[in-house]
């Protein structure tokens, strides 16, 4: 079946560091992949998506590359702030084998300090 | 565009009683989900509804839970009984249909209702 793997948090950084977090799928089909974040207390958010390989999703200086074949979708930012500090979910959704619905991966805690 | 409403925020419960959550997605949506997140881990599907049908509702449990959505707007999710391992954030979802490829557009989540049972 489907799934989602994400490295594990968490994962804690000085301000204006590199931000990689890492991200593999399985999947039988052509899935579309994305990043969700949720911010304590808040909701999941859609950071950004791609829908088919070689694809790059960007939103808020997060970028992502559907890579098929690594089989990943890496996030990464060129310089995190403290308001980055959330919980990071890859998620994968294939219609044609996984019935419309999203996977998630177990999300990875990322703490950004001043 | 408002978002997807949920209530309440939080509800602490004891084993074997009963609970339920509400929601209100998107106007127009007609996809709704629930998702249960267990501390540490990411959501997983409870059950989708296409407008007031269930399109996949395989990985509830459905001894205790229940939901509807009768109008095809809003939808309930209901534990009777609850026990200690039901305790999570129960979130909902909501997508619009684009000719049935929306989950490639992502979904909306609301806040989610934090659920202690103790």
């Known amino acids: 079946g489907n799934s989602v793997t994400q490295m594990e948090g968490p994962v804690t950084l000085s301000e204006e560091a590199f931000l990689t977090i890492n991200c593999t799928y399985t999947?039988?089909?052509?899935?579309?992949l994305f990043w969700y974040v949720q911010y304590p207390g808040e909701g999941l958010q859609l950071l950004l998506k791609?829908?088919?390989?070689?694809d790059k999703g960007s939103n808020k200086g997060f970028e992502a590359t559907y890579r098929k074949e690594t089989t990943s979708f890496h996030l990464e930012k060129g310089s995190v702030q403290v308001s980055d500090s959330a919980v990071y979910f890859c998620a994968l959704s294939d219609p044609v084998t996984g019935g419309f619905k999203t996977i998630f991966g177990a999300g990875t805690r990322l703490f950004v300090k001043a | 565009e408002a978002g997807v409403a949920q209530s309440p925020r939080y509800k602490i419960i004891e084993k074997r009683q009963s609970v339920a959550f509400w929601c209100n997605p998107i106007?127009?949506?007609?996809?709704l989900y629930w998702y249960q997140q267990i501390l540490g881990q990411g959501p997983k599907l409870l059950i989708q509804f296409q407008n007031n049908g269930v399109v996949d509702d395989s990985q509830l449990p459905k001894d205790r839970f229940s939901a509807e959505r009768l109008k095809g707007v809003d939808s309930t999710l209901k534990i009777q009984p609850a026990k200690l391992e039901d305790s999570a954030v129960y979130l909902c979802?909501?997508?619009?249909?684009?000719?049935?490829?929306?989950?490639?557009?992502?979904?909306?989540f609301g806040s989610g209702t934090r659920l202690t049972v103790v």
């Open positions: 791609a829908t088919k390989a070689d």
């Open positions: 999947a039988t089909g052509y899935p579309s």
């Open positions: 106007s127009g949506h007609a996809t």
């Open positions: 979802a909501s997508s619009s249909n684009q000719g049935g490829r929306d989950s490639n557009y992502g979904y909306t």
